[in-house]
């Protein structure tokens, strides 16, 4: 009995670059959703290998937390990991932070074009010219494109839940 709308086929949604924004908006909207923040915590790479990744893992395990927490505050945690992972991680942190305090202040398509351009997604995709490149960098306007709409028929609507959560 939950009204919805589809804004594309199931085959959009399953294509790497439109899982990989999703799985950005997914995190954002709930910190906690390991698996999403699994798919984003190296897209675009900056760094943070599979090593650490298990590390990361294995001690959000052992305390029974999730990744995000043991991210957020890796000593208190007992992170084995150098000086220059730590700074990858903080940073990783902070982007991922930043959004989730914009979350409840922007409307969907807003983030959407947040997380698009300050994650380096758009950057990355702009670095492949080949045919398979262009097409991903199209499904990315695709989906900013589908956000619009989203926004745009709510308002029409005169309906106010615009956020990421009511994207989602």
Do not use: C
């Not at 190296?42 to 990744?53: E, L, M, Q, S």
């Not at 982007?95 to 351009?117: C, P, S, T, W």
């Not at 997604?121 to 589908?146: A, F, K, Y």
């Amino acid at each position: 009995g939950v009204p919805y709308r589809v804004l594309g086929d199931m085959g959009f949604y399953d294509r790497k670059e439109v899982k990989d924004i999703m799985a950005y908006f997914k995190t954002i909207a709930n910190p906690r959703d390991n698996e999403s923040l699994l798919r984003i915590i190296n897209y675009p790479a900056r760094g943070i290998g599979d090593t650490t990744v298990g590390k990361i893992m294995a001690a959000a395990s052992d305390h029974g937390v999730s990744l995000w927490t043991v991210i957020g505050d890796p000593a208190a945690y007992d992170l084995a990991v150098n000086k220059g992972t730590l700074s990858k991680l903080a940073g990783f942190y902070n982007l991922v932070n930043r959004f989730i305090e914009q979350a409840d202040k922007v409307d969907a398509y807003e983030m959407g074009r947040m997380v698009v351009q300050e994650a380096g997604i758009m950057t990355d995709l702009m670095q492949d010219r080949t045919v398979e490149g262009v097409s991903r960098q199209e499904n990315v306007q695709e989906l900013m494109d589908g956000m619009h709409d989203f926004l745009r028929s709510r308002q029409e609507e005169g309906n106010e839940e615009v956020m990421l959560a009511h994207f989602l």
